[in-house]
């Protein structure tokens, strides 16, 4: 009979964190296989537009204390 998510996470809380975190890399492994095809190609090519942005002073950055400030004023 297989065990329940909750019943696994359970289990889980009682290894060190070492081993806990090499679990979630594992688990999250699973579902990034899972993505959509050419999705990650797509990331790929956003991060590098973005990068290009920035270094050519395209767009401008906000501090985040500024940008966290305008959010909680909404």
Known sequence: MARSARELFEEAMKLDP?????????LID?????SEEG????WRAEIEHRITELD???VETV?????RARLYQR
Request: no cysteine; aromatic share 4%; net charge negative.
């Open 39 to 42: 999705a990650e190609e797509a």
């Open 30 to 34: 699973t579902l990034d296989a899972e």
């Open 63 to 67: 501090p985040w204390e500024e940008l």
């Open 18 to 26: 070492k081993e806990r975190a090499t679990l979630m890399r594992l």
């Open 56 to 58: 050519s002073d395209a």
